[in-house]
């Protein structure tokens, strides 16, 4: 037999798969995976099963059929408002913005929209794992720049060595999964000032962007001469707490969107309808759901950064994001840890070295999501504690 695809080939399970399977096996408390254990809002599930029902009779195109390949109109009209109401963005809801199965999909085709085999693209590492197996499919040269913890900071120095007339892109994840951080402004302004001098495109995956504590996100859009290059990505999986409908979305300009576009249209064609329904109407309401949304988090955020510490952990509070990091004391192995919390403990947490490729930091530090019920959370620290 002639070999498959010789990329595809060596991509592995993602760590997120494995971990959750792992707990399953061992009936241990899940802290690992990225999402809630409980169910979101059932006002927007409502919303969708209403679609579901009413089929043809809500306007022309059943609602059970094929969506517009690039979201309904009102989708991308909800989404639209919001970046001008929330960071006085404009995006035209025409033509600047896609609908996507997931933020996951979104970066996918805006991989293979901007790169060419050969291009490099910068991605700050610790990473979210579907950049680098996306980079790949496009055929880009993946550098990675290490984040030193415990504040997560780039150096500057490494940055600017890694960069050339080759780069063609650079990730920013912000607020940041696995580490929490946020990035700060005089961080950004030193990858605006690159991105302007060498010409490179920016993907700003913002699916956190409602998960800040300390202050509220600034897209990297609204960052000075940074709209005309950047693709702005985010999803609804984080914010309504409904992972599994997968409704993410890529803006920008629009010559980046059609070429973004023009990828989705031949890899999904386009997003489950009567969710895209539900989400356009509930991007409309947001305003009294965040209220309760950011103070169930911090709360949630607060009482495991807590836990953990009386437990002993060297555990880092995060600014943003689900997630919580935690240094292990210094000859510890982050995935012979986390074996042992799941056997012992009944924990299951990620190893975070699955998101490193050149520093092996990753194997001194264990990730925590605390997306999960403070029933979940209570038991989780009571056996931690043990
Ligand atoms: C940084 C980051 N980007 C993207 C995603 C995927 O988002 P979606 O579920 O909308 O595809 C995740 C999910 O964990 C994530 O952590």
Redesign the pocket.
Known sequence: MKPINHTVIEFKESI?STMTKLAIDHEAINLS???PDFDGPKWIIDLAKNAMDQGHKLGNVGKNQYAPSAGILPLREAISKNYKRFYNLDFDSANEVVV????????FCACMALINPGDEVIVFEP??D??LASLKMAGAIVVPVTLKAPAFTFDSEELIAAINSKTKMLIL?NP???TGKIFTREEIKIIAELARKFDFYILS?E??EFLTFENSHTPTACFEDLANRTIT??????TFGL?GW???WACGPKEIIKAIHNVHQFTTFCVAHPLQVAMAEALGKMDDYLINFKSQYRAKRDYLVSGLKNAGFNVLTPAG?YFAMAILKEGENDIEFCQKLIREKKVAVIPTSAFYIKSNAGSGMIRFCFAKTDETLKKAISNLAL
């Open positions: 997120f995976q990225g999402f996507t199965n997931g933020a996951t999909e979104a970066i990473f979210y579907s950049y994840n940041h999964n696995p995956d699916v956190y990505i985010s999803s609804t999986g984080k992972t997968k409704i993410g994001t």
